[in-house]
């Protein structure tokens, strides 16, 4: 990473101007899973812009050409932070795009579940929950996806943002 790029973006985010074409010529390593946090997560997880990061995700996929599971994941996250009913059903598309066949990642049951979540069906949810069970060294996603039940249980309707602050 060009350390002259990295402090233009740090910079930019004190006076809250992101260079978004900078950001959409990331590598994709960097733009999703950079530890110096130069790509989306500079928005959402620094800056608590979980709707623009979510745009940035979908325009990097769309610009660079990719359709990157863990990036279809990450925009259907920020989507889901959101409450309004509109970024709602677009989370759920973007974790639909996050599991399309043929998938058969150890994630899939937690991401199904996710997806069965926002649709407050707490019946199919259980569901993969048993499923995820069945799947080794996923105890992080198991104790996730019970905790969606519960807030179901308890509240009767998803929030994903209270789910995972919780965690």
């Not at 974790?95 to 058969?104: A, L, T, V």
Request: aromatic share 10%; hydrophobic share 35%; glycine share 4%.
């Amino acid at each position: 990473m060009d350390m002259r790029l990295y402090l233009s973006l740090r910079r930019s985010n004190r006076d809250m101007q992101i260079d978004k074409n900078r950001l959409l010529k990331l590598s994709i390593d960097a733009f999703d899973e950079d530890d110096e946090r130069i790509g989306w997560r500079l928005l959402a997880e620094d800056l608590g812009k979980d709707r623009e990061a979510a745009e940035l995700i979908e325009e990097y996929m769309e610009v660079n050409g990719v359709s990157d599971r863990w990036l279809w994941f990450h925009a259907g996250q920020c989507w889901a932070y959101l409450q309004d009913s509109t970024s709602q059903k677009r989370a759920v598309y973007c974790f639909k795009k996050s599991i399309e066949p043929p998938y058969d990642g150890d994630s899939y049951w937690y991401r199904k579940a996710t997806i069965e979540y926002l649709g407050n069906n707490i019946s199919s949810l259980r569901d993969c929950l048993v499923k995820l069970n069945e799947v080794d060294d996923v105890d992080n996603l198991i104790r996730i996806v019970k905790l969606m039940i519960h807030q179901l249980e308890e509240e009767g309707r998803p929030n994903y943002r209270k789910m995972y602050e919780s965690l």
